[in-house]
């Protein structure tokens, strides 16, 4: 049986796929793809890839692997809980799949769990039925539980209370659920508040997640739907949900532009953050989530741009001629990587956050570099470069010394996001058949981990702030979608289900309920 970190002997190879070309490297291609044409120092910088592709000799093509086990957590402990309880349910030591020697994930059992509708009268009837939705995709997404179907409730269940006493358990049991998750909304003047909790249905009990439900703005009340999953995920698990947490994206309005929008991570509350008269491209986030970066075009260069959140306007941070790209910021938010070719070629460089002043150049090589990716700690930055021939992904040090090669396997590897947990770097790689996959790469050993295939395309890996989930764009449905997936790969939902043409995710940070009390 072969490990998943050896199914291929290599993945990319052959000439330049038509169809994609030289914008699949991340701040050049988007720029490309986005603008419908190539410009200047784009110009030369697409022909040198397109050349160096079309002259590498194909590679053997990948033996496919074979059905992935299905990874869910197992069921918690035999932690006595209860409703006034301090007691944790986390989960317990796990047995190890061993494929070829390598341990390769965990093998879980799903956590079965019934989530009837939540329940609501009059005016709160169409909050509970969003909380309702809200509630079982945060739940679906997570990939720890397995949903019980609601065709399967076979008896009238709304004659239950929230109390425990009142919940006819052996039913719930005999429906194969071993959780329960009941819930209520009710309104006062302009206050809404929805009541969620947790039982063990196999225990009879009402779990004590210590939360008490509190009133808020209808509005937010899909926030305190991720505020009780997140507690959820924390009993089971023992760590910190993200839900709540916003996706910044760019989609396309028509007429050839472009705007970098948020979405939350149920798929909803789209906003538009950039003017949609124009193209604005490659969003990232600052530390704490206070504004974005962005590439725009607003004054006809790529521009960078610094845009707070909640703020109509951005502020122009580097103007220099030719590309400004690809900002990224460092863990500490007082410095800017990016790329610039105000020199004549794509350089990454370091700017001030503050002002935008070119505080170091940290690359000076014939080639194209670009993509710059910080590490968690702010000590290495990853970056793209085709200085071997083809995009590969590299890793320097923050002041531009002792810069390796990561990646060796295949020849087009781009997108680096580094792992907030330090250990790995997810990117996008063409394969042998031109299909563009999501893969990671281990950075002290360089060891390859494919997470997607047979599924469209699927590029532009960005992480979760706890580093257990990825955000990416995916073709797998026709139009490009966002999906998330767990870190490991073997849970993989789409985000946003209705409408296409999403690109460039970058996740944001964790999630802050204080707000909302």
């Known amino acids: 049986m072969k490990s998943r970190k050896s ?3 290599d993945w990319p190879g052959g000439p330049l796929a038509a169809a994609h070309g030289a914008d699949r490297l991340r701040g050049l291609v988007v720029l490309a793809r986005s603008s419908g044409k190539v410009l200047g120092a784009l110009g030369a910088v697409a022909t040198m890839l397109a050349l160096a592709a079309v002259l590498a000799s194909p590679l053997p093509a990948a033996a496919q692997p074979g059905p992935r086990p299905v990874v869910t957590p197992a069921p918690p402990g035999a932690a006595t809980v209860g409703r006034g309880s301090t007691g944790g349910g986390a989960l317990s030591p796990q047995e190890e799949v061993i494929l070829e020697g390598e ?3 965990p093998l879980r059992q799903a956590y079965p769990l019934a989530v009837p509708d939540v329940r609501g009268e ?9 909380a309702s939705r809200v509630l079982r995709k945060d739940l ?6 397995k949903l019980i179907p609601p065709s399967t409730f076979f008896f009238d269940y709304a004659k239950e209370g929230l109390s425990a006493s009142s919940i006819a358990f052996q039913h719930w049991l005999a429906t ?3 959780g329960l998750i009941k819930g209520v909304v009710t309104t006062s003047g302009e206050r809404a508040q929805v009541e969620l909790r947790l039982y063990q249905v196999d225990r009879g009990m009402e779990v004590d997640l210590g939360l008490p439900p509190r009133q808020v703005a209808p509005q937010s009340l899909h926030r305190e739907v991720h505020r009780f999953v997140n507690a959820v995920i924390k009993f089971f698990t023992g760590r910190e949900g993200i839900f709540g947490s916003q996706i910044a994206f760019v989609t396309s309005t028509g007429k050839g532009s472009k705007v970098v929008g948020l979405v939350d991570l149920d798929g909803t509350h789209q906003v538009i953050v950039s003017r949609s008269n124009t193209l604005n491209l490659l969003p990232a986030w600052a530390p704490g989530g206070s504004a974005l970066l962005y590439t725009t075009y607003a004054n006809g260069n790529p521009d960078l741009v610094s845009h707070p959140l909640g703020s109509k306007s951005p502020t122009f941070l ?12 460092s863990p500490r938010g007082n410095i800017v990587a990016l790329t610039l070719s105000k020199d004549g070629n794509s350089e990454i460089y370091l700017i001030s956050a503050k002002d935008g002043s070119v505080i170091q150049r940290l690359t000076d090589n014939w080639a194209t570099d670009t993509s710059p990716c910080w590490s968690p700690d702010g000590s290495r930055i990853a970056f793209v470069s085709d200085r071997a021939g083809s995009p590969q992904i590299y890793v320097m040090n923050a002041d531009g010394s002792d810069v390796k090669r990561l990646t060796f396997r295949g020849n087009y590897n781009t997108t680096p996001d580094w792992s907030p947990k330090g250990d790995k770097i997810a990117f996008t790689a063409r394969d042998e058949r031109y299909v563009f996959d ?5 950075v002290d050993t360089g060891d390859i981990e494919r997470l997607t295939q047979d599924a469209g395309h699927n590029e532009e890996p960005s992480h979760s702030p706890d580093g257990n989930y990825i955000v990416f764009t995916s073709t797998r449905d026709g139009g490009s979608k966002l999906y998330v997936m767990t870190a490991d790969g073997m849970h993989q939902t789409v985000l946003t289900e209705k409408g296409s043409g999403y690109f460039t995710p970058a996740w944001g940070p964790a999630p802050s309920f204080q707000e909302e009390r």
């Open 103 to 105: 341990v390769v994930n």
């Open 122 to 130: 009059g005016e709160a009837k169409v909050l509970a039925e969003e």
């Open 140 to 145: 679906e997404i997570s990939g720890f539980f």
């Open 318 to 329: 580097s103007q220099h001629s030719g590309l400004n790209v690809g900002g990224a910021y």
């Open 7 to 9: 199914n291929s002997v």
């Open 176 to 178: 194969g659920a071993q």
């Open 438 to 442: 999501i893969f990671t790469v281990q």
